[in-house]
T-cell receptor, first 110, second 114 residues
Framework: RKEVEQDPGPFNVPEGATVAFNCTYSNSASQSFFWYRQDCRKEPKLLMSVYSSGNEDGRFTAQLNRASQYISLLIRDSKLSDSATYLCAVNKRANTPLVFGKGTRLSVIA | DTGVSQDPRHKITKRGQNVTFRCDPISEHNRLYWYRQTLGQGPEFLTYFQNEAQLEKSRLLSDRFSAERPKGSFSTLEIQRTEQGDSAMYLC????????????FGSGTRLTVV
């Protein structure tokens, strides 16, 4: 099993739709979880951390399910500008470098 | 602070040549990471430093690759005897140590080996 796995997509959704991505991780000792956004030919940018209790930032909600070892990202009221690749990043255990998934591509269509 | 800076932005080199990339992290961050990314893939970890100490190297990092962070500030990544398979985006990132601190990436150096 790969350390971090994501559905590559693409997810093609209309403006205003709600879309959710999952990311599974293999190591039960993982402690740090993040979602990054990457635009074409640009560097990844931190979107949000993922906390055990779940967290929200505007239209974005991140959740962690330790029992099933996955994190999720929910985007409500999708905008055209949300079109990008969304990368999840997880560490193997405390104080180790982040391992990134391959990313999920989202296209929001007018 | 202007974030993480990488230089050059693009590098085209002939197979067999040596190349060196530079990364200037955010000054308050004592951790610095190098990743490599190819089309359709996520960033792959190469190595990282805490201050000047290199704490981990990926098994992906062949002996043609070497990284340094001599004074705990900027870092260099050198690739000797480049091969076509080295063509990729080389990303540098920095962070504070500890759980919960995300990384800030630089714009990357795009290497093309011809």
């Amino acid at each position: 099993r790969k350390e971090v796995e994501q559905d590559p997509g693409p997810f093609n959704v209309p403006e205003g739709a709600t879309v959710a991505f999952n990311c599974t991780y293999s190591n039960s000792a993982s402690q740090s979880f993040f979602w990054y956004r990457q635009d074409c030919r640009k560097e990844p940018k931190l979107l949000m951390s993922v906390y055990s209790s779940g967290n929200e930032d505007g239209r974005f909600t991140a959740q962690l399910n330790r029992a099933s070892q996955y994190i999720s990202l929910l985007i409500r009221d999708s905008k055209l500008s949300d079109s990008a690749t969304y990368l999840c990043a997880v560490n193997k255990r405390a104080n180790t470098p982040l391992v990134f998934g391959k990313g999920t591509r989202l296209s929001v269509i007018a | 602070d202007t974030g993480v800076s990488q230089d050059p932005r693009h590098k085209i080199t002939k197979r067999g040549q040596n190349v060196t990339f530079r990364c200037d992290p955010i000054s308050e961050h004592n951790r610095l990471y190098w990743y490599r990314q190819t089309l359709g893939q996520g960033p792959e970890f190469l190595t990282y430093f805490q201050n000047e100490a290199q704490l981990e190297k990926s098994r992906l990092l062949s002996d043609r690759f070497s990284a340094e962070r001599p004074k705990g500030s900027f870092s260099t990544l050198e690739i000797q005897r480049t091969e076509q398979g080295d063509s990729a985006m080389y990303l540098c990132a920095s962070s504070f140590p500890g759980v919960g601190y995300g990384y800030t990436f630089g714009s990357g150096t795009r290497l093309t080996v011809v």
